[in-house]
């Protein structure tokens, strides 16, 4: 299961947090990262954190938002990643997905695989 939270309204220049909690039989989270899609435009990554913490961001991002996550310590515990955005622009108004990579416990056997969120809705003013 992934369950995001914390998207909104803010004005230029303003801050949101969002966060997503990743749950069930997980094996390993190898990639958990965020993208965005603008009304009539592609969805984007925004930024990508693997378990051994190496970040990646699109370049529109850089310096303004920043990437975390926090790994259970048990398989049925949950893994969360954050979005830390500050700075924000108009141009950063789009619905975000949180999207994960990894490989989840069947009953027989391991699949890896990758799952997104609902989407939560960003929307910044000028």
């Known amino acids: 299961q992934v369950v995001e939270s914390g998207g909104g309204s803010v004005q230029s220049g303003g801050s949101l947090r969002l966060s997503c909690e990743v749950s069930g039989s997980i094996f390993s989270l190898d990639v958990m990262g965020w993208y965005r899609q603008a009304p009539g435009d592609e969805r984007e990554l925004v930024a990508s954190i693997t378990k051994r913490g190496r970040t990646n961001y699109a370049e529109s991002v850089k310096g303004r938002f920043t990437i975390s996550r926090d790994n259970a310590k048990n398989t049925n515990a949950k893994n969360t990643v954050s979005l830390q955005m500050n700075s924000l622009k108009p141009e950063d108004t789009a619905v975000y997905y949180c999207?994960?990579?990894?490989?989840?416990?069947?009953?027989?056997?391991?699949?890896?695989?990758?799952?997104w969120g609902q989407g939560t809705q960003v929307t910044v003013s000028s």
């Open positions: 999207h994960v990579q990894g490989t989840f416990y069947r009953r027989t056997y391991l699949e890896t695989t990758d799952y």
